[in-house]
């Protein structure tokens, strides 16, 4: 009888868990009603914090390298423009996901980096291409790999002939940052190698795509010249980085503006939630005219710098305490469920994004192991760490007890900020 | 004494173990939307990936114009796979395999090459990346570029290629076209270039022929 209950326990367990997992996937990955957008298996390897949507896939990006012609200025005349105008576009779209870009700023170890070179990859054919790679720097390619970093390498030779106006340049760069964030080809399937024409695919009309290639070939090519985001774009982001401000916008073929819901930010000081934008619709065509500069704006009052202050703190020391102790390992068990968490000032709320000099960016504080983000396990290395056992961190992550020079990540404009004051 | 009435419990227990099912069943289903099945097999069994990548194809319009994109062209047969290499992405930051074959040149117009081994590098190759992918017992992938097909040991391929280095090459797959009883063949999925309309069904002569016509 013992033995019984037993294993109905264990079944009741295992029902509630899957029906939590279905709930899940339902309420995050798909929905009825529509096709599915083509994606990518792997995701980003950020995850929501404290239920912060708007501090969520912001990727750090450099401003674009231009290394093509052997002279950066002549490059920057032909891919400057279509640069920033490719990313705004991006950024302007109603999804949590944001390329932060300062003009001027570049760091081989931001999120994304853009390299315009005269041949991509040694082939005078490629347009460009967009890698992702995990933390080990092996391509992603499978669901199991978490996205570390992504690459877009243009080739500027290839962008010749009908390829060389500025709206063909920046539809490749549009094309290129939708696989950085796992939107996949719409004009073909993995199982063939068919070519299907704007507009279609083997099951019959699909909505347009920057990520269908007859969607963005230039005219004189046969294709249809959209060299801008679509709704069905935007449509597939929503349901790979699901965001409840957004919901599935874009899969009614339509960009509304959903007025994104105050985040439930820990922070003492406002998060800057993204402030979505019409955008261009299927209507629009290829004679609009692309606009000049560099219109990403940064949204929060943090100003971009290249030279953060630094504040010494105890690496594993959530609370600025004196020390990593148990009391910060409970910390960063609230912070995982989502419980308030309270710190001085002067000391960074667990989860704030903050620049560590032993890493090449930015990680979240209370994520003491530098891995997937402020979890249980973190909490558990600061109660190894204070029982004298090794943690075992991985290289280029701080050891528990070292004193690190932590910097607010000025260089992500819309992250949670805290008054630097009350320095150890 | 208590007394169990162990119909109840029974029922209990179906109805949990339908109910987890049920779970699991949708919840597969919901998270099997955007998984990316591994599309093909290549002739070693190992599946094939292919990395998104856009093409000028207006660069293989007409064989002109893609002979004038590249360096060298020559015919050849594969003699081997001399190795595998990482090579570094732009910025140093970043690796993607690179294969690189060994080719005995049978025919180009450069009469100093004929009969030489040269090396001929596809950017792809064997990967157990993606970082968990071997811990989870899936075993390694190909990678390949989107559009490309592997280069097979023992096919006869013309090639026109980019120099590297002196006796080494970059094949792209736009041009490169395999050698079927003494006839050229458009590459998978670039039949519709015109430059492979153009030379598909040449023989070897006529196709090198057609070929030093394009780069005069």
């Known amino acids: 009888m013992r033995t019984r209950s037993h294993t109905y326990a264990a079944l009741a367990l295992v029902a509630v868990a899957a029906l939590a997992l279905a709930a899940l996937a339902t309420t995050a990955e798909s929905h009825q009603g529509h096709p599915q957008k083509k994606l990518f298996p792997e995701r980003w390897h950020y995850q929501v914090q404290n239920g912060d949507y708007a501090a969520w896939m912001t990727l750090s990006t450099s401003d674009v390298w231009l290394e093509c012609d052997n002279n950066e200025n002549q490059c920057g005349t032909k891919w400057k423009t279509p640069f920033d105008d490719a990313f705004a576009?991006?950024?302007?779209?109603?999804?949590?996901?944001?390329?932060?870009?300062?003009?001027?700023?570049?760091?081989?170890?931001f999120d994304l980096n853009v390299y315009v070179e005269d041949e991509a990859l040694g082939d005078p054919t490629l347009l460009g291409i967009a890698p992702?790679?995990?933390?080990?720097?092996?391509?992603?390619?499978?669901?199991?790999?978490?996205?570390?970093?992504?690459?877009?390498?243009?080739?500027?030779?290839?962008?010749?002939?009908?390829?060389?106006?500025?709206l063909d340049r920046r539809a490749t760069l549009g094309h290129e940052a939708g696989h950085i964030i796992q939107l996949a080809h719409e004009s073909t399937n993995e199982d063939e190698t068919q070519l299907y024409e704007c507009g279609m695919d083997d099951t019959g009309p699909i909505p347009h795509s920057i990520m269908s290639y007859d969607c963005i070939d230039p005219v004189a090519v046969d294709g249809?010249?959209?060299?801008?985001?679509?709704?069905?774009?935007?449509?597939?982001?929503?349901?790979?980085?699901?965001?409840?401000?957004?919901?599935?916008?874009?899969?009614?073929?339509?960009?509304?503006?959903?007025?994104?819901t105050p985040s439930p930010s820990p922070s003492e000081t406002p998060t800057a939630t993204p402030t979505p934008t019409p955008s261009q619709t299927s209507t629009q065509t290829a004679t609009t005219t692309p606009t000049g500069g560099n219109s990403v704006s940064p949204t929060s009052s943090a100003t971009p710098s290249t030279t953060p202050v630094g504040i010494a703190r105890v690496w594993g020391d959530i609370n600025c305490g004196g020390g990593s102790n148990p009391v910060d390992s409970l910390l960063v068990l609230r912070f995982d469920a989502g419980l308030s968490t309270s710190a001085p000032a002067g000391c960074?709320?667990?989860?704030?994004?903050?620049?560590?000099?032993?890493?090449?960016?930015?990680?979240?504080?209370?994520?003491?192991?530098?891995?997937?983000?402020?979890?249980?396990?973190?909490s558990l290395k600061i109660l190894l760490a204070d029982a004298g056992t090794p943690t075992d961190q991985p290289a280029g992550c701080p050891e528990i007890g070292d004193t690190v020079v932590l910097t607010e990540d000025l260089l992500i404009p819309d992250k949670p900020t805290f008054t630097a004051g009350a320095a150890q | 004494m208590n007394v169990v009435n162990p119909r109840p419990i029974w029922l209990l227990g179906l109805a949990l173990f339908g109910l987890a099912l049920f779970g699991l069943a949708f919840a597969a289903c919901g998270s099997s939307l955007d998984d990316k099945p591994l599309e093909e097999t290549g002739q070693d069994g190992v599946p094939v990936v292919h990395i998104p990548a856009r093409y000028a194809k207006t660069l293989g319009a007409d064989l002109d114009t893609l002979v004038s994109t590249f360096d060298v062209a020559f015919v050849g047969v594969v003699t081997g796979e001399a190795e595998q290499r990482s090579e570094l992405m732009a910025g140093g930051r970043g690796e993607l395999p690179v294969s690189v074959f060994t080719v005995l040149v049978e025919a180009s117009a450069d009469a100093a090459v004929v009969g030489?081994?040269?090396?001929?590098?596809?950017?792809?190759?064997?990967?157990?990346?993606?970082?968990?992918?071997?811990?989870?017992?899936?075993g390694p992938v190909r990678l390949l570029m989107e559009g490309d097909s592997p280069i097979e040991v023992g096919e006869r391929y013309l090639f026109i290629v980019k120099e590297k280095a002196p006796g080494i090459y970059r094949a792209s797959p736009m041009a490169r076209f395999p050698i079927?009883?003494?006839?050229?063949?458009?590459?998978?999925?670039?039949?519709?270039?015109?430059?492979a309309q153009e030379i598909a069904g040449l023989t070897v002569a006529q196709a090198m022929e057609r070929v030093s016509r394009s780069a005069d």
């Open chain 1, 224 to 260: 249809a010249g959209e060299f801008f985001v679509q709704p069905w774009d935007v449509c597939g982001i929503n349901h790979a980085y699901y965001d409840p401000a957004f919901d599935f916008t874009g899969c009614d073929g339509t960009l509304n503006t959903p007025s994104p």
């Open chain 1, 348 to 378: 960074p709320l667990p989860g704030t994004l903050l620049y560590v000099p032993f890493q090449c960016c930015g990680t979240a504080w209370g994520n003491v192991d530098c891995l997937s983000g402020v979890n249980p396990v973190d």
């Open chain 2, 180 to 195: 079927e009883s003494g006839r050229l063949q458009p590459a998978a999925g670039w039949e519709d270039l015109g430059a």
């Open chain 1, 132 to 166: 992702t790679f995990d933390e080990n720097d092996f391509p992603c390619f499978d669901p199991s790999c978490e996205v570390a970093y992504g690459l877009i390498i243009i080739g500027d030779d290839a962008h010749n002939g009908p390829y060389a106006g500025p």
């Open chain 1, 89 to 109: 576009d991006w950024n302007s779209q109603p999804d949590t996901v944001t390329f932060a870009i300062t003009n001027g700023v570049q760091n081989e170890f």
């Open chain 2, 116 to 138: 030489s081994t040269v090396e001929v590098e596809q950017l792809g190759g064997i990967t157990t990346g993606g970082g968990t992918r071997t811990t989870q017992g899936q």
